[in-house]
């Protein structure tokens, strides 16, 4: 596609409930990022995957949270047991970095999720 | 860790100023350095990279340099219009991108 898409758009969940959050990123991009941005705050960084490597992980807030990339492609953030404060938009963004170059990223629309 | 810092928090200014837009970070070892907007309720539009061995890009209207030694990066707006309201974001780029909190930008006609 044109653009990095992302789905649904928006999520109403009940808390207790699992959750996917769906990324498909610009074609060829081999980084794929996922970040947070709650009602009034900055950006979080949740996850980075990076072609085969192994993914940084090193922001995910609980183990409540994972995320996996298929074929290089498309990815899906889960939030499992979801909590009220894990309404947020969630943003997921692409870029085609090459080695240690990082490249322009493009950003989706987000996934407003809110849990009630 | 990187710490991003945008200053001023929130700016008004009239049609047709120009503007610059400050953001500062405290670890020089980047790779890059990307400016966005964000209109309320959408996600991010990228505006400008400026690579590491870069001082400045430009596209349009708008002008972005870089100074790593020093940690900061400005975006410069020339000849401001409403449709520049926005929040503005930068990120400095190393493993991740650190994003600086913003500036809220409006433009009163």
């Known amino acids: 596609g044109a653009g990095v898409s992302q789905s649904p758009s928006n999520k109403v969940t009940e808390k207790g409930k699992d959750v996917e959050l769906r990324c498909d990123p610009i074609s060829g991009h081999t980084a794929l990022y996922w970040y947070r941005q709650s009602l009034g705050q900055g950006l979080e960084f949740l996850i980075y995957?990076?072609?085969?490597?192994?993914?940084?992980k090193s922001g995910l807030p609980s183990d409540r949270f994972s995320a996996e990339r298929t074929g290089g492609s498309v990815s899906t953030l889960t939030i499992q047991r979801t909590q009220q404060e894990d309404s947020a938009v969630y943003l997921c963004?692409?870029?085609?970095?090459?080695?240690?170059?990082?490249?322009?990223?493009?950003f989706g629309q987000g996934t407003r999720l809110t849990v009630v | 860790k990187q710490e991003v810092t945008q200053i001023p928090a929130a700016l008004s200014v009239p049609e047709g100023e120009n503007l610059v837009l400050n953001c500062s970070f405290t670890?020089?070892?980047?790779?890059?350095l990307q400016w966005f907007r964000q209109d309320p309720g959408k996600g991010l539009t990228s505006l400008l990279l400026?690579?590491?061995?870069?001082r400045e890009q430009t596209s349009g209207r708008l002008n972005a340099s870089l100074d790593k030694s020093s940690g900061r990066s400005t975006l410069y707006i020339a000849a401001s219009q409403p449709g520049d309201s926005a929040t503005y974001l930068c990120a400095a780029i190393g493993n991740q991108f650190y994003f600086g909190t913003g500036t809220s930008l409006t433009v009163i006609p």
């Open positions: 400026i690579q590491s061995s870069q």
């Open positions: 963004a692409s870029s085609l970095d090459q080695g240690a170059r990082r490249t322009e990223a493009f």
């Open positions: 995957f990076q072609g085969n490597s192994a993914p940084d």
């Open positions: 670890d020089s070892a980047i790779y890059n």
